[in-house]
């Protein structure tokens, strides 16, 4: 079974934010402190919308030529609305 590049480094980021949600999580077991744990999960979504990107990006660079530029430019939006829907109060 061969893995194409792209594919590759997609599942590569995927478990590394995996890992670091998971040691964020045993962090906050460790500290035992709301506080502690809030400033945390505040680092932490720093780290979700932009793995959701650079994946996104990795996989439109992938299929260049393969979807229609419609696809592609609607996709971008609606992750960015996505991220800009996050950050509103």
Do not use: C, H, Q, W
Request: glycine letters at 8%; zero cysteines.
């Amino acid at each position: 079974m061969s893995l194409d590049k792209l594919l590759l480094s997609i599942i590569v980021i995927r478990i590394i934010s995996g890992t670091i949600e998971i040691s964020a999580a045993f962090l906050m077991f460790k500290f035992n402190d709301l506080y502690k744990a809030f400033v945390i999960n505040s680092l932490l979504a720093f780290v979700g919308p932009g793995v959701l990107l650079l994946t996104t990006f990795i996989g439109l660079y992938g299929l260049a030529g393969k979807m229609s530029l419609l696809k592609a430019v609607l996709l971008v939006m609606g992750i960015l609305l996505i991220i800009i829907s996050l950050r509103m109060k």
